[in-house]
């Protein structure tokens, strides 16, 4: 559903979203609803704009998969803020200032962990392919960010943000890290990135390239089954599931050196605003 409200645009959406197992598919048999409502203004130049997205999902789910994990009651939240502007130049430069936060899994009996579904990784935060370290899910994250078109065919962004985990003793984001007693804090580090795009024949065939660095800290470096530091120059392997954190094992010690490598990092974030 979508209104206009002046020079804003407001939109109301619900999901929602049900599975089960099958003979050849176990699932966490997720029943979710999602209800999201989302205002924002296109940017133009010489204009301030914004974009303000409010998202909170119910029902239940399990913890993993298995025809005996218990159901739990899900209950979380995903908010989005972004106020940004455009300069009247022949790049038409957008500086923006941005935050995001997704709810991650507490200490109570439910399921507080946000799941975002559907939807595409690089448009939240982090591109498809080998980055599978940001997603939209237990992480709190400020940004700032600057776009530019330097021609009808072209556009490119660059973008610094510092990470945060939303809870401290859920899995960090996507990277599966995670220390459950939460002694390693909530503070994961620092994340740069850099686009460039450009239509090699209009609307059909387009090429980019991306460049990004993932700077851990804190959680990402003390956590019982984070990477060493090592693991960032080292050949990427791809933990269960995505991330790169190294499955912990019973003597492990959080100030032992793994041998694991750790996932090589990049990033790219979603479409310009530009609408």
């Known amino acids: 559903m979508k209104q206009a409200l002046g020079d804003s645009t407001l939109e109301a959406s619900y999901f929602r979203f049900d599975e089960r197992d099958s003979p050849r598919l176990q699932t966490r048999d997720r029943h979710l609803d999602t209800l999201g409502i989302r205002i924002f203004k296109v940017p133009k130049p010489s204009l301030f704009d914004h974009e303000l997205e409010v998202i909170h999902q119910s029902g239940s789910n399990s913890a993993s998969v298995g025809t005996s994990v ?136 387009r090429a980019e390239i991306n460049s990004v660095l993932l700077l851990r800290r804190g959680l990402l470096q003390t956590a019982p089954n984070a990477p060493p530091v090592a693991a960032e120059v080292s050949r990427p392997s791809r933990a269960p599931g995505g991330g790169f954190a190294r499955p912990v094992k019973p003597e ?22 530009r609408r």
Do not use: C
């Not at 492990?252 to 605003?273: I, M, N, Q, Y």
């Open 70 to 205: 218990p159901q739990l009651d899900a209950s979380a939240w995903f908010v989005h803020a972004d106020l940004g502007y455009t300069f009247a130049s022949a790049w038409k430069p957008r500086l923006s200032i941005e935050y995001d936060h997704a709810s991650g899994d507490g200490a109570g009996p439910g399921n507080t962990r946000f799941d975002t579904l559907f939807g595409m990784r690089r448009a939240d935060l982090a591109p498809s392919g080998i980055y599978a370290a940001l997603g939209r899910t237990n992480i709190l994250t400020p940004g700032i960010r600057l776009e530019f078109v330097p021609s009808e065919r072209a556009d490119g962004f660059v973008a610094a943000r510092a990470l945060w985990a939303a809870s401290a003793t859920d899995g960090f984001s996507t990277t599966q890290v995670r220390d459950a007693s939460g002694q390693s804090g909530r503070f994961a580090g620092y994340q740069l990135e850099g686009r460039l795009r450009r239509w090699l024949i209009p609307r059909r065939l």
């Open 252 to 273: 492990d010690d959080r100030d032992k050196r793994f041998s694991d490598a750790g996932k090589a990092v990049s990033r790219t974030r979603g479409e310009p605003k």
